[in-house]
């Protein structure tokens, strides 16, 4: 499959565009992560109904899978001393302390941007899950790896819910329907 590069979302595109996040994401490479933010990109489109990327986001699942997202008496269910218990608490831990010393204070730079009531730490949670769910890894041209979010891949990639979203059918050359 082959994606536009007009069609994806990078820190690049954002670093790039009129985006409100263009400045943070000019700015603050050496500070976060792209996946944080792209996760931060996702959390402002999540709050703009009308915005470019609402199609998009709207079809991204609101619940994640992975145990960082159980909650605590799922959690407990799981064997005390086990490694996935272990990492599990783990990785809560360190996200939230990444939340409170890094995102926070970066995004308090940026005033209007993100107001607290969007940017909160379940909020972060899931579009960072959903980011890391979510991105492909390209090869920059000068060396390194650029995370990519490509929302027409994540079509093919994904199945429609019940509650609606999108879904493409595969369409095979040649063939018109069944058989």
């Known amino acids: 499959m082959s994606v536009s590069w007009s069609a994806c979302i990078s820190t690049e595109h954002i670093r790039n565009s009129s985006h409100p996040l263009a400045a943070l994401a000019a700015a603050e490479t050496e500070t976060l992560e792209q996946h944080e933010i792209l996760a931060l990109f996702l959390l402002?489109?999540?709050?703009?109904?009308?915005?470019?990327?609402?199609?998009?986001?709207?079809?991204?699942?609101?619940?994640?899978t992975s145990t960082v997202f159980w909650p605590p008496a799922l959690l407990q269910q799981l064997p005390r001393g086990g490694a996935l218990l272990r990492e599990t608490l783990a990785l809560k831990k360190l996200l939230a302390e990444r939340f409170r010393s890094v995102i926070l204070p970066v995004a308090a730079k940026y005033k209007g941007v993100l107001p607290a009531e969007i940017l909160t730490l379940p909020n972060f949670l899931w579009a960072i899950g959903t980011v890391k769910a979510r991105n492909w890894g390209m090869e920059r041209q000068g060396g390194g790896i650029l995370s990519v979010?490509?929302?027409?891949?994540?079509?093919?990639?994904?199945?429609?819910?019940?509650?609606?979203?999108?879904?493409?059918?595969?369409?095979?050359?040649?063939?018109?329907?069944?058989?």
């Open 44 to 64: 402002h489109e999540y709050h703009e109904p009308e915005g470019p990327w609402a199609p998009y986001v709207c079809m991204l699942p609101r619940k994640l």
């Open 149 to 179: 979010l490509a929302p027409v891949a994540d079509l093919v990639n994904h199945h429609a819910s019940k509650g609606g979203g999108a879904r493409l059918r595969p369409r095979l050359t040649g063939r018109q329907g069944p058989g």
